[in-house]
């Protein structure tokens, strides 16, 4: 569990990069510098881990790429304090960097193997969320909500009910929409029936699947 100045140099590198990619968020950025991402990889990935790119974590999953998780997090306008819900906490990364902001993380995760594998590397790395689930997210976790905000991390056919309706007046849900391409999408949540779409472009994720434990 290593983490040295060659990396930091590395991911002062990568955060140069996000900056070029358009990432403005400076709470954003700098989550990114802080976090060692190499610790959230196989140490097979060691030396890529700060390329922007996604890596297999186990289960048939993986990491999101870093300018990924950072446009995701931009678009959640993070506040300190804020109750963010995620759904798919696969390596903890994306965790980490909502956590580094300061935000209140729940996070869920259907991969048993990965929701145990992450539970042990978060606290090793004193990085604290709120609550780790073992579930289905396409339900949220109804005894947390409301919260701030919401994060999809999987790519998502539907826009699953129970999310939005876990998502406080004035909340943002994010969340990548599409079979095998996904359109990144913003719902910001109006008032008790509406709620506002915005679209950003593709983005590819592995599939948001449910139930199937
Ligand atoms: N945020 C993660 C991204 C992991 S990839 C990271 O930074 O590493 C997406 C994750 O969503 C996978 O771990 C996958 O197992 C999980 N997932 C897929 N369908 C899910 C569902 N219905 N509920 C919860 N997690 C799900």
Same mark, same amino acid.
């Given at each position: 569990?290593?983490?040295?100045?060659? *990396?930091?140099?590395? =991911?002062?590198?990568?955060?140069?990069?996000?900056?070029?990619?358009?990432?403005?968020?400076? #709470?954003?950025? $700098?989550?990114?510098?802080?976090?060692? =991402? *190499?610790?959230?990889? #196989?140490? !097979?990935? $060691?030396?890529?881990?700060?390329?922007?790119?996604? &890596?297999?974590?186990?289960?048939?999953?993986?990491? !999101?790429?870093?300018?990924?998780?950072?446009?995701?997090?931009?678009?959640?306008?993070?506040?300190?304090?804020?109750?963010?819900?995620?759904?798919?906490?696969?390596?903890?990364?994306?965790?980490?960097?909502?956590?580094?902001?300061?935000?209140?993380?729940?996070?869920?995760? =259907?991969?048993?193997?990965? &929701?145990? !594998?992450?539970?042990?590397?978060?606290?090793?790395?004193?990085?604290?969320?709120?609550?780790? !689930?073992?579930?289905?997210?396409?339900?949220?976790?109804?005894?947390?909500?409301?919260?701030?905000?919401?994060?999809?991390?999987?790519?998502?056919?539907?826009?699953?009910?129970?999310?939005?309706?876990?998502?406080?007046?004035?909340?943002?849900?994010?969340?990548?929409?599409?079979?095998?391409?996904?359109?990144?999408?913003?719902?910001?949540?109006?008032?008790?029936?509406?709620?506002?779409?915005?679209?950003?472009? $593709?983005?590819?994720?592995?599939?948001?699947?449910?139930?199937?434990?």
């Amino acid at each position: 569990m290593k983490d040295t100045n060659k *990396h930091q140099g590395l =991911r002062n590198q990568l955060v140069k990069q996000l900056q070029d990619k358009g990432i403005t968020d400076v #709470n954003v950025l $700098e989550a990114i510098r802080k976090i060692p =991402r *190499h610790l959230f990889l #196989n140490s !097979s990935f $060691e030396d890529f881990a700060y390329q922007d790119k996604a &890596f297999p974590i186990g289960a048939g999953q993986t990491i !999101s790429q870093p300018y990924t998780v950072a446009f995701q997090s931009q678009l959640l306008e993070v506040k300190k304090g804020d109750n963010v819900l995620e759904i798919g906490t696969g390596s903890g990364y994306q965790t980490a960097v909502l956590v580094t902001m300061g935000a209140k993380v729940y996070s869920v995760e =259907r991969q048993n193997e990965l &929701f145990k !594998s992450t539970s042990l590397l978060l606290p090793k790395l004193n990085i604290r969320p709120k609550h780790l !689930s073992f579930g289905d997210g396409y339900k949220g976790l109804p005894q947390f909500a409301p919260f701030d905000s919401i994060i999809v991390t999987a790519g998502a056919p539907i826009i699953p009910q129970p999310l939005m309706a876990q998502l406080k007046i004035g909340g943002r849900l994010v969340i990548p929409l599409g079979d095998k391409e996904q359109i990144m999408t913003l719902l910001i949540r109006k008032n008790e029936t509406q709620f506002e779409k915005h679209e950003f472009g $593709e983005f590819r994720f592995v599939p948001l699947l449910e139930n199937k434990n």
